[in-house]
Nanobody
Framework: QVQLVESGGGLVQPGGSLRLSCASS????????VGWYRQAPGEQRELVAR???????NYADSVKGRFIISRDNRKDTVLLQSNSLKPEDTAIYYC??????????WGQGTQVTVSS
């Protein structure tokens, strides 16, 4: 069973930055897609950013220009650089990877709290 592990969450003031990291027992470099999702209390889980095996990226409108998804090929991790954080970015952030179409693997999540 493939496992995904997120790290890098925490408490940050508005306007601050965090870098989230996703590591896996499988090779993220070979995944069709690796994505970051988030879920705030009482809300549905939503896509934040996604990167394809070929490097194509897409972002939620709410984070465009502030968040950057990228790969660290040496470490085989996927990063989410989150800048200019706002209180509405507060959520549990999850990493998802798909190696076979239709089969998604999820991590346990990391809490991001943006508050003064």
């Amino acid at each position: 069973q493939v496992q995904l592990v997120e790290s890098g969450g925490g408490l940050v003031q508005p306007g601050g930055s965090l870098r989230l990291s996703c590591a896996s027992s499988g090779s993220l470099l070979s995944a069709n897609y690796v994505g970051w999702y988030r879920q705030a209390p009482g809300e549905q889980r939503e896509l934040v950013a996604r990167i394809s095996r070929g490097g194509a990226t897409n972002y939620a409108d709410s984070v465009k220009g502030r968040f950057i998804i990228s790969r660290d090929n040496r470490k085989d991790t996927v990063l989410l650089q989150s800048n200019s954080l706002k209180p509405e970015d507060t959520a549990i952030y999850y990493c998802m990877a798909e190696w076979v179409e239709g089969y998604e693997y999820w991590g346990q999540g990391t809490q991001v709290t943006v508050s003064s």
